[in-house]
């Protein structure tokens, strides 16, 4: 007789494979489309772009994906129980999607617990690829440690000695923080912390934290904040004089999810990580440009770019696999799977499972009364890990 646990993996291992031989592979995708409307609208048109794209090629060996997207109010709680309804009810083959670090350690967890396929799309947390990592979770966007790396040289050539930091008080902003803080350490040395505002996410009291970074002095500031919490701190901010005469290095605000609602307040030459989609002109970046605008006829932002790329690895680590959604074969998929982007190729690293997806680093101007960014590059993201005997180390509880 079955025990339950084993039941439930046979009945959905039937199930799987009696979708595709109908003809579909579901997707189950969960995320914060409420909490986050800013980043995951536009993320959830580049998945329905790919999944057009892919299907309209005649799919993965004649079967179509379907997309099921979940809703978890930016809660943990919800998003596992999310997960558990789409395999038990929608039958889904392989799990994506979350935004918020914390809830992608939830499902990361769920992942590890139900022993099924997870691509996590967006959430930056290291812990999600090492020290939380197992063999069932990928990650496709460039983590938290990442973008910081691609930001300290910028900020370490700025030669401030002190430094304020300013971050929302959760897994993402404590995570930034403290890598932030060890690598320029390291490459500035005599370096000074000299404040610290960890505010609650989605609640900042822009006017006192303004004040307490003002009070320290700082020669320059690293914000992490981001959305409604950023807008917030910029525009108290150029009120009250804070960034005047001091260097900002600020993680994610060169997306236009974040910069674009600042407008007239828009900053002037902020170090950013971003996505200037105006002024990518490679032929790859151009292709989605255009079939994006077709489509929707709106301009992409940071999200559109994850949505797609997310369901154009797993179509990849489809067709690498035969067209098989089984779990042990995904994962042997996705371990060195290479995926044509319109950033390039990227790659999953077999070492931690994440991806060499890279991002913009450039400076913010406001330009007519928009912010966008100029002297922008790529990096890659290949070239911004640790070493493996590192990833071995922060990886030694994954199975």
């Known amino acids: 007789?079955?025990?339950?646990?084993?039941?439930?993996?046979?009945?959905?291992?039937?199930?799987?494979?009696?979708?595709?031989?109908?003809?579909?592979?579901?997707?189950?995708?969960?995320?914060?489309?409420?909490?986050?409307?800013?980043?995951?609208?536009?993320?959830?048109?580049?998945?329905?772009?790919?999944?057009?794209?892919?299907?309209?090629?005649?799919?993965?060996?004649?079967?179509?994906?379907?997309?099921?997207?979940?809703?978890?109010?930016?809660?943990?709680?919800?998003?596992?129980?999310?997960?558990?309804?789409?395999?038990?009810?929608?039958?889904?083959?392989?799990?994506?999607g979350s935004f918020l670090s914390h809830v992608g350690?939830?499902?990361?967890?769920?992942?590890?617990?139900?022993?099924?396929?997870?691509?996590?799309?967006?959430?930056?947390?290291?812990?999600?690829?090492?020290?939380?990592?197992?063999?069932?979770?990928?990650?496709?966007?460039?983590?938290?440690?990442?973008?910081?790396?691609?930001?300290?040289?910028?900020?370490?050539?700025?030669?401030?000695?002190?430094?304020?930091?300013?971050?929302?008080?959760?897994?993402?902003?404590?995570?930034?923080?403290?890598?932030?803080?060890?690598?320029?350490?390291?490459?500035?040395?005599?370096?000074?912390?000299?404040?610290?505002?960890?505010?609650?996410?989605?609640?900042?009291?822009?006017?006192?934290?303004?004040?307490?970074?003002?009070?320290?002095?700082?020669?320059?500031?690293?914000?992490?904040?981001?959305?409604?919490?950023?807008?917030?701190?910029?525009?108290?901010?150029?009120?009250?004089?804070?960034f005047e005469g001091r260097g900002v290095v600020s993680l994610l605000s060169g997306e236009p999810e974040y910069l674009d609602p600042l407008k007239g307040d828009a900053p002037d030459g902020w170090i950013v990580t971003g996505y200037p989609w105006y002024g990518i002109a490679t032929p790859e970046h151009k292709a989605f440009l255009d079939a994006y605008q077709a489509r929707f006829r709106d301009t992409p932002r940071a999200g559109s770019i994850v949505g797609y790329n997310a369901i154009l690895s797993i179509a990849a680590g489809l067709r690498k696999t035969g067209g098989s959604a089984d779990t042990e074969k995904l994962i042997a998929a996705f371990r060195g799977l290479e995926v044509a982007t319109p950033f390039g190729p990227i790659t999953y690293r077999a070492q931690d499972h994440q991806s060499t997806m890279g991002a913009y680093v450039g400076r913010t101007k406001n330009q007519g009364g928009k912010g966008v960014m100029v002297d922008f590059r790529y990096q890659d993201g290949a070239k911004f890990q640790p070493s493996d005997a590192e990833v071995k180390a922060l990886r030694k509880a994954a199975d």
Do not use: C
């Open 1 to 96: 007789m079955l025990r339950p646990a084993r039941f439930l993996l046979a009945a959905l291992g039937f199930a799987a494979s009696l979708a595709h031989a109908q003809g579909t592979i579901k997707i189950g995708e969960i995320n914060s489309y409420k909490a986050q409307p800013a980043f995951l609208e536009p993320y959830r048109k580049g998945m329905e772009l790919a999944v057009g794209q892919v299907n309209a090629a005649g799919g993965i060996g004649g079967a179509k994906l379907e997309l099921v997207t979940r809703d978890d109010n930016g809660n943990p709680g919800d998003a596992v129980r999310a997960a558990e309804e789409l395999l038990a009810r929608e039958r889904v083959q392989v799990l994506t």
């Open 105 to 242: 350690l939830a499902l990361t967890d769920f992942a590890r617990q139900r022993k099924v396929f997870f691509l996590a799309a967006e959430p930056l947390t290291d812990k999600i690829v090492w020290e939380n990592g197992n063999r069932y979770t990928f990650r496709l966007r460039p983590s938290t440690y990442m973008q910081v790396a691609m930001l300290v040289p910028e900020a370490a050539a700025l030669k401030k000695k002190r430094w304020a930091v300013v971050y929302p008080n959760y897994e993402y902003g404590q995570s930034a923080v403290a890598t932030f803080k060890k690598l320029l350490a390291a490459a500035q040395p005599g370096v000074e912390f000299v404040a610290e505002q960890a505010v609650p996410l989605g609640k900042v009291d822009a006017g006192s934290v303004v004040q307490a970074l003002a009070d320290a002095k700082p020669d320059a500031i690293f914000n992490v904040l981001f959305a409604a919490d950023l807008a917030r701190f910029v525009r108290e901010g150029q009120t009250r004089g804070l």
